[in-house]
């Protein structure tokens, strides 16, 4: 990054947001309430840089206004925060869909067979620098804080971790000496994961998290945020390597704003 870009990232983040941003990012973010002061500062700033930086892109009958790109930006920059690391750099636009949307879908089966059809979605990430999404997907994941499911966090968590190249559920990690604790943990996790579907045994994590590695890592980082005590509880190991790689601990906030400490 070269010292024009910080000096004017640095000057973005600190200007005041304009007023009617506050409440589409208290809205959006979940336990936007439960950050620090510091933390509030640094996402609106990331905010801010995210919006500046970012192509977005109404597709589909959307009209695109500012609650529709401060409402995804805050909610992706969440992934972002206290940590010493870009503004997804591989990323240059977000293509917003009024609703779910069709894609074609081609797949090639194990006999070298290969069948074409559409599939029905509600967001994917791009390696090649863009992010789509349903518009009533990023309201409805809003709405409801604490389900688990939130397609802007999950698109781009996909986004870290194809920042390495590869979409593998190993996004770049702050330490080296993390690897192979984040590699046991998650591989474990997952294989488990994937055993206890198949097995038709009841599993915390959505059952999505079994289709690969990248969708289990996704489908965590929703949970991590969403339902975060609930994910300790359940999968305490895989909540710390997330602990470690994106520097906060939700299960602790919520506690705190309980008094369940």
């Known amino acids: 990054m070269s010292w024009l870009t910080r000096r004017r990232r640095k000057r973005l983040a600190e200007r005041p947001i304009p007023p009617e941003w506050l409440p589409i990012v208290e809205g959006s973010v979940p336990y936007y309430r439960l950050l620090t002061a510091d933390e509030r500062r640094e996402l609106l700033g990331l905010t801010q840089i995210f919006v500046s930086e970012k192509q977005f892109e109404g597709v589909g009958g959307l009209e695109m206004t500012d609650a529709v790109r401060v409402a995804i930006a805050s909610q992706a920059c969440l992934l972002l925060l206290n940590r010493e690391t870009d503004v997804y750099p591989a990323l240059r636009s977000v293509i917003v869909y009024p609703e779910e949307y069709v894609a074609p879908v081609v797949d090639q089966h194990e006999d ?113 945020f969403e339902i975060p005590v609930g994910l300790r509880a359940e999968h305490p190991d895989l909540y710390e390597q997330l602990t470690l790689y994106y520097r906060q601990d939700p299960a602790a906030r919520v506690e705190r704003a309980t008094g369940r400490e």
């Open 112 to 224: 070298g067979t290969v069948s074409e059809g559409d599939d029905v979605r509600s967001g994917e990430s791009w390696g090649r620098g863009a992010v789509v999404l349903s518009w009533d997907d990023v309201v409805f994941a809003a709405s409801d804080e604490a389900d688990g499911e939130n397609i802007v966090l999950h698109e781009f968590a996909h986004q870290l971790d194809e920042e390495t190249g590869d979409s593998d559920g190993l996004p770049a990690l702050p330490d080296p000496t993390m690897h192979a604790d984040w590699a046991r943990v998650l591989g474990h996790e997952y294989e488990t994961l994937v055993a206890s579907v198949e097995g038709g045994r009841e599993v915390f994590l959505d059952d999505y998290a079994a289709e690969s590695p990248a969708e289990f890592f996704a489908v965590a980082t929703e949970f991590f």
